[in-house]
């Protein structure tokens, strides 16, 4: 198990690594000079040198990549071209309302889709299940931001219930989270479900009704305890999508997170910036998936790791 | 092409022929969209601007005056034409470096998928913004983005069907007749990895459809005035208290389109998979 998990979080690192490559090469995959390309084809050419110098594009590659890996070890990761403050703090700053918003989104996604695929289970070939099942494909189809939009139509200028976009109190939260969890909602209902179906096939199933326990203690104290590590596994993985994922509804929901950021500062060709937050979202989804790789083991003992 | 008891497992669903229907009548659309539209997709009618859906304009104008119905029509070539590219850009690089890596092995097969796993461990959408973010927006671009963002999931199931084909007996008799690597992977290999790699292209068509809406409509992928579905919602933001057609319309041609690619994809795997036979 030790060795596991040490083996484990090498590789993270090494993909880490991989992905701070990729970073750095970035601006130097740029079609033409990174330096005009952010200033533009009007820039003066004393200060398209004098960027090409702060940004240190006239060293050899080498020596550039190396500093670039020394920096970012170090948690800098240079300043925003747009702002010019550093791309530290203002990613700390968008950083939390996405993490609020996945968090919000992957609650939503297990409370709808656990409760759903429960149902769908213990109500087999009825048209409870075939409801669920359609409801759950539809969910895996719809755009989350087709989804937001009807949902803002319906919601916000239909019963004005909710407001349509902005950040701060909890009642924002609650369309963004639900535009983007219900996609995972649906995947979640269609595991539990299956999963559900097979332990529900069980022996132990069996000897428990057998025993003469109601069917509530059954589903919930034997089955479900079982059925959800699958669940726990994929609402791990897809956290870490979440964290990334959340672009587009941020942008839609005006919501002032990382992923918005990352749209803003594309158009505005603010690279320094785009390469922080790229860094930043796959360190989190790598870390995400490491803690999840772990948590196998401890959720159900009978994994063995050899 | 299809046997029988393919044909019988396809048909037992009744929603298989709802979403071939619709795929169907997708691409005569976009084939034939300047005929089925009433109006070309940039012509402004004069002081209908926002006007809800009527027997002239069946899903309204929208805030330039433009026919929805017919720019919605003219986005179905878009779509279809980036969904099948994206794909098949994903498909032809992921062919590549899954039968290098699966056939060869060795140091191919480390380096290939070390590098695989990397652009795996990137969310998919965030390794198209990165891209994008290289080569600048616009709808070619994203093409490129979203084919290289679905490679990998391409290179990891074709590595693991040429794992398991390059032992069968076929391929040692092959080898041992002296034909050549190229001959071998091209006649005996390719032609038995295909079920997988058509099931997962069938399946990344969709996300590659949906990825692309959600690029144009946060403002990275094609711009107005484009008639592609997710820059025309993008344009319809500003307008959803006063015209929820213009949302409305666009956004179910992109779920229904979305969904149907997706039902046939199960489907399609239910029918190529011999381990659901009964």
């Known amino acids: 198990m030790q060795q596991f998990i040490i083996r484990r979080i090498l590789v993270a690192f090494v993909v880490l690594f991989g992905v701070s490559t990729f970073v750095f090469f970035m601006v130097h995959l740029i079609p033409g000079d990174p330096a005009t ?21 006239d060293e050899p590659l080498v020596v550039q990549y190396g500093n670039f890996l020394l920096n970012v070890a170090q948690g800098d990761f240079g300043r925003s071209f747009r702002t010019n403050r550093p791309v530290v703090h203002e990613i700390q700053v968008r950083m939390w309302p996405t993490v609020q918003l996945a968090l919000a989104g992957m609650g939503l996604a297990l409370l709808i889709g656990i409760a759903s695929g429960v149902l769908a289970a213990s109500k087999r070939d009825t048209w409870v299940e075939s409801l669920v ?46 535009s983007l969890g219900f996609l995972y909602s649906a995947i979640i209902a269609r595991i539990t479900r299956s999963s559900m179906v097979e332990i529900l096939g069980m022996d132990y199933i069996r000897s428990a009704r057998a025993k003469g326990l109601n069917e509530q203690a059954v589903m919930y104290k034997h089955a479900l305890r079982n059925g959800l590590i699958p ?47 790229v860094l930043v979202l796959a360190t989190g989804f790598v870390f995400v998936n490491l803690l999840v ?11 063995q790791y050899n | ?25 997708l691409l005569l659309t976009a084939v034939l969209a300047e005929y089925v539209a009433p109006f070309p997709p940039r012509f402004q009618t004069r002081g209908s601007v926002l006007i809800g859906p009527s027997s002239t304009h069946l899903f309204g104008t929208d805030a330039l005056g433009r026919d929805i119905f017919s720019r919605v029509v003219h986005g179905t070539r878009i779509t279809v034409m ?103 992977v091209l006649r005996h290999i390719l032609p038995n990895i295909m079920g997988p ?36 919602l993008n344009e319809a933001r500003r307008y959803l208290s006063s015209a929820w057609w213009y949302t409305v319309f666009p956004g179910g041609a992109l779920a229904l389109t979305v969904l149907s690619v997706n039902i046939l994809g199960d489907s399609l795997r239910d029918i190529l998979d011999p381990r659901t036979d009964y």
């Open chain 1, 231 to 277: 669940v726990v596994t994929i609402a791990g993985l897809y956290l870490g999508v979440l964290l990334g994922g959340a672009v587009v509804i941020e942008t839609l929901f005006s919501w002032p997170g990382l992923g918005r950021l990352a749209v803003e500062s594309i158009a505005a060709r603010d690279y320094p910036m785009i390469q922080g937050i």
């Open chain 1, 293 to 303: 790789d772990i948590s196998y083991g401890f959720l159900d003992p009978r994994i």
């Open chain 1, 37 to 57: 390309v952010m200033l533009g084809v009007r820039a003066t050419p004393s200060r398209v040198a004098a960027l090409r110098e702060s940004m240190g594009l």
């Open chain 2, 82 to 184: 980036l969904g099948v590219s994206a794909t098949a850009i994903a498909a032809i690089l992921g062919l590549l470096q899954g039968l290098i890596a699966g056939y060869y092995g060795g140091i191919w097969d480390t380096l290939i998928m070390r590098f695989t796993d990397m652009l795996l461990s990137i969310p998919g959408i965030l390794l198209a913004i990165s891209i994008i973010a290289i080569l600048g927006p616009g709808l070619n671009n994203v093409i490129i983005a979203i084919g290289i963002g679905s490679m990998p999931q391409f290179t990891r199931v074709v590595r693991g069907s040429v794992l398991s084909v390059k032992e069968e007996d076929y391929v040692t008799g092959a080898r041992v007749l002296g034909q050549s690597d190229f001959f071998i």
């Open chain 2, 197 to 232: 790699v058509i099931v997962l292209a069938t399946l990344r068509i969709a996300a590659a459809v949906l990825n692309a809406a959600a690029l144009s409509f946060v403002g990275l992928g094609a711009q107005p005035p484009t008639p592609e579905w997710g820059a025309m």
């Open chain 1, 133 to 178: 099942m359609v409801v759950a494909m539809i969910g895996i189809s719809l755009p989350n931001f087709v989804l937001g939009m009807l949902l803002m139509l319906f919601f916000s200028v239909h019963l004005r219930w909710l407001p349509t976009m902005g950040y701060g109190t909890p009642f924002h939260l609650v369309l963004p989270a639900l």
């Open chain 2, 1 to 25: 092409m299809l046997t029988r008891k393919q044909w019988y497992k396809f048909r037992r669903k009744k929603v298989n022929f709802f979403a071939a229907g619709f795929i169907l009548m």
